[in-house]
């Protein structure tokens, strides 16, 4: 198995709505970089209607975590497809538990030569969380799911009401971005970030606090200025 040349890599830790896709977005589209989002991949199967996508179906409409071997077989299938010579690679929303963790240690260290990857952890209260997630509306074209916000103050607003600016379909709410599912997908976050930061630590990992209720643009530079861009 050959080893790929990426060299940057970030680790998005952050509850659900914290921006972890908004930032991945903005670096694949201004700077190349390549986004793995589980959560994206999940929702693509979903979509398409493949076994993995019923199996997968309950939990992610309930708010809970999807099996780790699953995840862990969709991350392993999209690294030998598609990050091949990007100049860096953002895991957006995995790994999720100690696990997908040890895996992914492992499986940098086989397929990466020189990987340098760091943590960035999204911090932001929970009361904000649910304020910005229903309001969030995301692309309902599984190709695109683009992230825009209808809070008033957002600068994440699409140009036409309900329509994507990207590829032109229509807004939707997801369906776990309900009131009824976000406190159990927050209560899962908490229950897991410790843990896991606690993994990096060990593992020599650098991590970096951000505080996700700054202005966009800061937490941007913030971001550009870690990657060394
Ligand atoms: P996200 O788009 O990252 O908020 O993920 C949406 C949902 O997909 C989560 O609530 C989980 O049900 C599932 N999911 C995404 N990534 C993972 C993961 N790394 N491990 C387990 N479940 C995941």
């Known amino acids: 198995m050959s080893k790929i040349s990426t060299q940057k890599a970030f680790i998005f830790l952050g509850a659900p709505g914290a921006g972890k896709g908004t930032f991945s ?3 694949v589209s201004k700077f190349g970089w390549v986004q793995l989002s589980t959560g994206d991949l999940c929702r693509k199967h979903i979509a398409q209607g493949t076994d993995l996508g019923k199996q997968i179906d309950f939990a992610i409409k309930s708010g809970k975590l999807v099996d780790d071997v699953v995840i862990i077989d969709m991350v392993s299938q999209w690294v030998d497809e598609h990050i091949k010579m990007a100049p860096g690679i953002i895991f957006d929303g995995f790994p999720r538990t100690l696990v997908q963790a040890r895996l992914f240690l492992e499986l940098i260290q086989k397929r ?8 960035i952890q999204f911090e932001i209260p929970d009361s904000l969380i649910i304020e910005r997630l229903s309001a969030r509306k995301t692309c309902s ?3 695109c799911q683009a992230i825009y916000s209808l809070l008033e103050q957002s600068t994440q607003k699409s140009q036409k009401n309900g329509i994507c600016d990207k590829c032109g379909s229509v807004l939707m709410q997801r369906e776990d971005d ?6 159990a997908r927050l209560q899962i976050y908490h229950q897991h970030a410790q843990p896991l930061l606690d993994f990096y630590k060990k593992n020599n990992f650098i ?6 209720q700054a202005p966009l643009q800061a937490v941007q530079g913030e ?3 870690i990657a060394g861009i």
């Not at 990466?112 to 943590?119: I, R, T």
């Not at 309900?178 to 406190?183: N, P």
């Open 141 to 143: 074209n599984k190709q």
């Open 112 to 119: 990466f030569s020189e990987l340098v990857v760091n943590v």
């Open 223 to 225: 971001l550009e200025m």
């Open 25 to 27: 977005q903005i670096f």
């Open 207 to 212: 991590i970096h606090r951000i505080n996700a």
């Open 178 to 183: 309900k009131s009824e599912t976000v406190a």
